[in-house]
C-alpha cells in the first residue's frame, strides 16, 4: 500500500525567518519529524512512500539521497573504514517517491497531482508528515476496509490547553471547562482513502475543507477514535517537547524500537 506525505508547507509557526527548513525536517532526537512518520508506517509493513514536496524541499531530498544508516544501526566496519557492513537496516526496504507539487500548493491539489503515483490499488494511505502517533494503523486499516467508506482519518481528543467560558445573560460565569474535557474530537489525519476520493476532489481544493465535506455528505467518511499518545510539531513548543521526549528515550511513538510493548515485527 501507498503512503502519500504531505511534506510542502510552510509551516509558519515553526519559521524562524532565517532559513528555509520545512516542518517536517525539524528535529526530534537525532532524525527529523518525517523520518519518524515513515518509520511508523514501516513498522506496520507500509514502505512505499510518496513525498509531495513543496517548500524547502531541497532539504528532504538532500537528507534521503546522503542518508547514512550507520547512524541509528550497529554495523561493522572493516579495510580502513572502506568497508561498512550493516547489522540492521532503517530504510533499506523502502521506496521513496519524490513529487515537486508546488510551493503554494492547498494540500488537496498536492493529493491530485500524486494520483499517478498511487498506482492502481484499491487504497492507499495518506498524511501530514508532522504529527506523530501510537495509533494501531493495521487496525484502522482492517476497519476502514470493512466499512465500505471512500476515507478514514484519525480522530483525537482536543490539545488545547485553554479553558470554555460559559456565562448567562448577565454576563455571570456559569462554569469554566477545560477544551480537552469538550466531548469532541480533533482531526488527527492518519488517513486511508480508496481511489475514489479523487472523484470528490477539485482542482486547486483543500482536501478537509473541500474534499471530506462531499464525503460526509455521502456518509462516506469513517473516524477511528484514538484516545492513546497523539502529538503535532505545529509550534516551536510542540517540536521542542517531542524533542526532549526522544532526548529521554521515551518515544510513545516508536513501535519499531526495541523494548517498546508494540515492538512485534509488522504482519505485512
Not at 86 to 96: E, K
Not at 182 to 203: A, C, K, T
Request: glycine share 8%; proline share 5%.
Amino acid at each position: 500500500m501507498k503512503v502519500v506525505l504531505f511534506c510542502g508547507g510552510f509551516g509558519m509557526r515553526m519559521r524562524d525567518d532565517v532559513d528555509d527548513v520545512p516542518k517536517p525536517m525539524q528535529m526530534v532526537g537525532d532524525r527529523p519529524l518525517i523520518w519518524h512518520v515513515m518509520r511508523y508506517y514501516a513498522h506496520f509493513g507500509y514502505t512505499d512512500f510518496v513525498l509531495c514536496l513543496g517548500y524547502g524541499a531541497r532539504h528532504i531530498v538532500d537528507f534521503f539521497r546522503s542518508y547514512d544508516e550507520t547512524r541509528s544501526n550497529d554495523f561493522v566496519l572493516r579495510k580502513g573504514a572502506t568497508e561498512v557492513e550493516l547489522l540492521s537496516s532503517d530504510i533499506a526496504d523502502w521506496t521513496i517517491t519524490f513529487v515537486h507539487t508546488g510551493l503554494d500548493t492547498p494540500i488537496g491539489e498536492r493529493l491530485r497531482r500524486v494520483r499517478e503515483h498511487v498506482g492502481s490499488e484499491e487504497a492507499f494511505a495518506a498524511n501530514y508528515a508532522d504529527v506523530l502517533t501510537d495509533a494501531p494503523l493495521d487496525e484502522i486499516e482492517r476497519r476502514f476496509r470493512a466499512s465500505g467508506a471512500i476515507g478514514s482519518l484519525l480522530a483525537v481528543p482536543p490539545q488545547s490547553a485553554f479553558h470554555m467560558v460559559a456565562a448567562d445573560a448577565e454576563g455571570l460565569v456559569d462554569a469554566i471547562t477545560s477544551v480537552s474535557s469538550l466531548p469532541v474530537r480533533e482531526n488527527g489525519g492518519y488517513f486511508f482513502f480508496r481511489r475514489e476520493i479523487f472523484d470528490h476532489l477539485h482542482e486547486g481544493e483543500d482536501l478537509v475543507t473541500h474534499a471530506l465535506p462531499r464525503l460526509i455528505e455521502k456518509r462516506a467518511l469513517l473516524a477511528y477514535p484514538h484516545d492513546g499518545f497523539w502529538k503535532p510539531a505545529d509550534t516551536v513548543k510542540e517540536r521542542s517537547e517531542l524533542d526532549q521526549l526522544a532526548r529521554r528515550h521515551e518515544r510513545p511513538w516508536a513501535l519499531w524500537a526495541e523494548g517498546h510493548p508494540a515492538a512485534a515485527p509488522g504482519r505485512r
